[in-house]
């Protein structure tokens, strides 16, 4: 596979990951290597990572507590403290191994180190390899808000071993896959159209599956790498999605959800709004709501529950002047952005979804 080109970097797959990493350790820029990993990716990734490593510069591991909840400021601060403790400095490299949670913080912890050093991400789950790595956005969550605090910076390079897969729960491959399935939503109709029954897929055809998710993510990211306008196409289903994750994640009576378990409950209402909004056909929204239903268990609320995912609305970073700002399709393969939606409609999106 080729390596895409991304703004100011690359994303290399499989088989180049570990030339370029040799070829660029080697170069002499770098006086330390950190790998940043959480507890699974220390048992089941670090390890092989480590047997690619071709390099005679000293390297530490930093380990975080693995989970969404780990996301946070405290854990900065420990990480940035073990830097210090450690020696880096700005010209050490920092390597996040791991999912998500592990190359946003890492990214934010090496943005902010000493006003910046590098990093590399090298994602290890299906969810970080087609969607967090890749685009520069870094960050953690302030309580249980989302992303909320954060910069944009780009990495040296993406490392996308899709070899790591095999060490995943199939509800991690679930989660990611809501990613790759909102890609085909809002991009690309013949991708879209490739998910609609997965038991044609097998495994083999998942490295050219995730190549063309980042492809759309990237291709994207170079056209509004600031999120001024077209990038908003990438929160479909997260307005609401990202409110129930927060949701699911602070209420104890709550079967916490993975991010992509709960993006694809807010792209089922998200699609419902796009279809009463006459954006979208009925068929397209029967389509959508069948194909993802097929692959994720519904999830039941209470109309308590309802309300309190309703006023988490207003947290949601695509909001302007005040208003809560909606991603929607205006087809499948397309989507518009800065659309407003009564509260009425989101009601009735929730009590379809739940028939």
Known sequence: ?????????????????????????????????????????????????????????????????AGEEHKNITTCTEVWHALTELGAERKSLLINLGGGV???LGGFVASTFKRGMDFINVPTTLLSMVDASVGGKT???????????????????????????????????????????KHGLIADKAYWEQFANLGNLTTDDMDGLVYR??????????ADPFEKGLRKILNFGHTLGHAIESYCLENPEKETLLHGE????????ESYISWQQDLISEAEYINIKEVISGIYT?????????NVINTLLVHDKKNENGEIRFTLLEATG????????ENTLILKAFEDYQN
């Open 102 to 104: 592990v190359t946003d």
């Open 298 to 306: 519904p999830v039941s609320f209470t109309p308590e529950d309802i």
């Open 213 to 222: 998710s980042v492809e759309i993510k990237n291709e994207v990211v170079k």
């Open 334 to 341: 397309r989507a518009v952005i800065n659309k407003t939606v």
């Open 1 to 65: 596979m080729q390596p895409i080109e991304s703004s100011g970097y690359s994303i290399y797959f499989n088989q180049d990951c570990y030339p370029y990493l040799q070829q660029l350790l080697a170069g002499g820029q770098y006086s330390g290597i950190f790998i940043l990993t959480d507890e699974n990716t220390s048992t089941h990734c670090l390890p092989g990572f480590l047997a690619n490593l071709a390099t005679d510069l000293p390297f530490e591991i930093i380990e975080i507590e």
């Open 139 to 181: 960050g953690v969550d302030l309580g249980v808000l989302k992303n909320q605090i954060g910069v944009i910076t780009n990495p040296v390079a993406v490392l996308v071993d899709t070899t790591f897969l095999e060490t995943l729960p199939a509800s991690q491959m679930r989660s990611g896959l809501a990613e790759m399935l």
């Open 262 to 269: 709960a993006i694809a409950i807010g792209m089922v209402l």
